[in-house]
C-alpha cells in the first residue's frame, strides 16, 4: 500500500523541528478551528474482510478496487492522507466482531468498510449502532442490512435482492417454467433463494426442490444427482464467490443435468472463470457489474485496474472501487470533518455518480444502492470467457422493509 507520504530522516527531522521552534511558538498564539485540526489527521479507514477463507479471492480483489481509485487520487480525501487498516475476520462472525472492536476502541478508525459475508456483516450490526461507528459495506448482500435504517449504516455494494429478484422473473420468461435451486447453507443462500423462489413462483412458475450446501462443500455429486432425477427446466444456482463456486459449476458440467443453469453473478466472474474454464460457457447470471460494460469510467477501470493487478476487475473489485470514491465524495462535501456523523450522513445519502457498474446513487430510505443489473451468458470472446450482457433492468432499488420484502 503507497504510504501517506515521504518520511524524513532523523537528522533531517531535527533540522526541521528546530528550525520550525519559533513559528510554532508563534502559531500557537492563532489556534486552528478544531474542524480544521481534526481534518489534518489521517484519514484511518478499518477494512474488514475476509481474507482466509472460502471468499478470500473476493476479500483481495475488493480491497484492490479501493486502491485503484485511491491510487487516482494520490491516497488523499479533502485534504487528508488516507491509511487502509485491514483486518482478517476469517469469515467467522465471532472473529469479525473482535475485528470491529479493535477498529474502534484501539485503532480509533473513522470508518469502518467491508465486511464481504453478510454473516459477519450482520454479527457486527448492533456492536456498530450502539457505539455509533460508521460503517459502509462494501460487500455482504444480506437483505436483513437493507431494514437496519440505522443512520450511519451505508452499503455501496448490492442487496441479494436486487440481482436475484430480476433474474427469478427472467428465468421464468426465458427459459423455464420450473427449476430446482442449489445454496450455501447461511444467511446469503437462504435470503437468495427465498427472493428468487417468491420471483419465480409469483411469475407461475414452480420450484421443485430448494438444496442447501455446506459452506466448504467439495464434492457436490449427491446434490447434483438429486437435481438430475427432478429433471427440472433450469436450475438457479448461489455459492459465495472462490472454491465453493468454480467447483459447482465445473461438477454441474460433469454432471449429467441437462437444464441451464443460472446464478449469482459472483459465481462466474473474473474470480471463478480460469478455475472453471469451458464449464462456464451458457451459464446465465445477473450482476451489477462486468469488465465488458462499455462506459467511459470502467473503460478508465479496466485500464487502471490492469496496469495495477495484471488482471481484469471483477464484481468485488467494483465493490471496492465505488466505496472508496463514496467516502471520497462525502469527505468533499463536508471538508474532510469526519467528527459530526449527522453532516457525514447528510453528505453521503446525496452522494450519486456515474462508476464503472453504470449510474450510482443512495436510497435515501434505506441508505442501500439504486442501480442497474445486468443479465449476462458466458461466452467466449477471443481468448477469454466474459458475461456478455443480454439484457439490462434500470434503476432496481430494494424493498425497504422486511414485510415489503416478504410479499415480492
Known sequence: MPQPGPRLSASSRRRFLAGAGAGLAAASVLAAPPIMAQTRKPLRLGVLNSFNGPISVAAESNVVGMEVYLDRINWTIAGRKVELIKEDDQFNPQIGLQKARKFVESDKVDMILGPQASNVALAIMNFVKQTGTYLVISGAGADEVTWQHAPYIFRTSLSGWQLVHPIGEWVYDRLAK????????????????????????????????????????????????TVRSLNPGAVYSFMPGGSDSTRFVQQYAQSGVKAPLACFGGMVDETTIAAIGDAALGVYSSTIYTDTLTNPENERFVAE?????????????????????????????????TSDKDKLAAAMVKVAFDAPRGPFRFDPETHDPIQNVYMLEEQRKGDRIVGNVIATVTDVKAPATKQIWESQ
Do not use: C, M, Q, W
Open 178 to 225: 420450473n427449476v430446482a435451486v442449489v445454496a450455501a447453507d447461511y444467511v446469503a443462500g437462504h435470503d437468495i433463494i427465498g427472493v428468487f423462489s417468491r420471483a419465480f413462483t409469483k411469475k407461475g412458475g414452480t420450484v421443485l426442490k430448494e438444496i442447501y450446501t455446506p459452506l466448504g462443500t467439495t464434492d457436490f455429486s449427491a446434490y447434483l444427482t
Open 305 to 337: 485496474y490492469r496496469a495495477k493487478k495484471k488482471e481484469f476487475p471483477n464484481l468485488f473489485s467494483d465493490y471496492g472501487f465505488v466505496v472508496a470514491r463514496a467516502v471520497d465524495e462525502t469527505l468533499k462535501a463536508t471538508d474532510g470533518d
